[in-house]
T-cell receptor, first 116, second 112 residues
């Protein structure tokens, strides 16, 4: 069965510092991978996705993520964090390929706090 | 282009009642899926629809049901509400089943 692990429940970084949020997945084949962000009381906003091809993907708001098949990881990075980045971040896995489902399995989320 | 619209945004219901939540997907999107978000269980898949047919269902009791209309709008229904059904219910739309999903703002359901 697919699973997604976000090892860090809570991360605090200073504004302007770099950020890396970890995500590990368990899946037999190459899945579709996503990062979403959620502000309090809001829905999920898609930051970026990986379907195939270049393993380094660029997203919105200056975020990027790198797919590492050997480590089953899809870590999210940002070179310089802004106070407005404080939110909860979710990594998600879809079955990908020729699957006929869009079902997503989510990690438990990482709450990012940004210090001024 | 308008995003995914969920109505209502907030709802308070009493145990034993039933509730219907609505989701209008992005124009042109044909797939709608539903998720339940709670502090304890996180984000859990409820079901997904494509071309008015339920294609996949999560591990939820039969009290949870849904449907999709010919215009791709979807509704989900929860009957005989329990306190544990209190959650944020999120709807996501995608062009087809296996393309990226875009989420609505959610409906916050509180069962008292």
């Amino acid at each position: 069965a697919q699973s997604v692990t976000q090892p860090d429940i809570h991360i605090t970084v200073s504004e302007g510092a770099s950020l890396e949020l970890r995500c590990n997945y368990s899946y037999g084949a190459t899945p579709y991978l996503f990062w979403y962000v959620q502000s309090p009381g809001q829905g999920l906003q898609l930051l970026l996705k990986y379907f195939s091809g270049d393993t380094l993907v660029q997203g919105i708001k200056g975020f990027e993520a790198e797919f590492k098949r050997s480590q089953s990881s899809f870590n999210l990075r940002k070179p310089s964090v802004h106070w407005s980045d404080a939110a909860e971040y979710f990594c998600a896995v879809g079955e990908g390929g020729s699957s006929n489902t869009g079902k997503l399995i989510f990690g438990q989320g990482t709450t990012l706090q940004v210090k001024p | 282009k308008a995003g995914v619209t969920q109505t209502p945004r907030y709802l308070i219901k009493t145990r034993g009642q039933q509730v219907t939540l609505s989701c209008s997907p992005i124009s042109g999107h044909r797939s709608v899926s539903w998720y339940q978000q709670t502090p304890g269980q996180g984000l859990q898949f409820l079901f997904e629809y494509f071309s008015e047919t339920q294609r996949n269902k999560g591990n939820f009791p039969g009290r949870f049901s849904g449907r999709q209309f010919s215009n791709s709008r979807s509704e989900m229904n929860v009957s005989t509400l329990e306190l544990g059904d209190s959650a944020l219910y999120l709807c996501a739309s995608s062009l087809f089943l296996n393309t990226e999903a875009f989420f609505g703002q959610g409906t916050r359901l509180t069962v008292v």
